[in-house]
């Protein structure tokens, strides 16, 4: 898989499978470099931002309340990753085959988009998520949604993450697949 990064703020979400061929988890440091063989991907990287922690990155050392050596990577996750230049970055991973049960919580979520092709919001995610969504954040701009509507054309797409407001919380399938 490719991800194209930008110079700055990238939201993404790598909709993967987080588990190795011997069924261990794999860390947010696996995944980013390749289970240590790409090295290099983790070099553009100044700071990452995952569920309210932070590591940050000085002389190839990382610190901060993120521990990404230890801290198992989340496939629904969303990841805000600081790029000091565009590069594009080249994972080995395997997409999530399956649709996979996560919690939204009422108000603020950080959520990623797991699905292999970009879809419209309203193809995404099932019909209690978007009756109980008020708004989604791209990293481009904020929506608001009306009665199951967003109030303009908002597709997500492969490797992004979002933000969402949610009037009450909810578990489980979310995701149309």
């Known amino acids: 898989m490719k991800v194209k990064f930008k110079s700055g703020w990238n939201w993404i979400s790598l909709g993967v499978n987080n588990k190795d061929e011997g069924n261990k988890f ?48 989340d496939s629904c996750g969303l990841y805000e990753i600081y790029c000091k230049k565009e590069t594009t970055s080249v994972f080995n991973i395997s997409p999530l085959t399956e649709n996979k049960s996560i919690i939204i919580r009422k108000d603020w979520n950080n959520i990623g988009y797991p699905l292999c092709n970009n879809n419209d919001i309203g193809d995404v995610f099932s019909s209690i998520v ?27 797409n492969t490797c992004n993450g979002y933000k969402i407001n949610m009037k009450k919380g909810i578990e489980g399938e979310v995701y149309n697949n």
């Not at 990287?45 to 995952?50: F, Q, T, V």
């Not at 990382?62 to 990404?68: A, F, V, Y």
């Not at 949604?145 to 997500?156: A, D, G, M, V």
């Open 26 to 73: 794999r860390t947010i440091y696996d995944i980013l470099s390749n289970n240590g063989l790409n090295k290099h991907n983790l070099s553009n990287i100044d700071e990452i931002r995952y569920n309210g922690k932070c590591a940050l990155q000085n002389n190839n050392e990382w610190n901060g309340t993120l521990n990404i050596m230890n801290t198992i990577f």
């Open 130 to 156: 978007m009756k109980n969504m008020t708004e989604i954040h791209t990293v481009k701009e904020k929506i608001k949604i009306i009665n199951t509507q967003p109030e303009k054309e908002c597709e997500l």
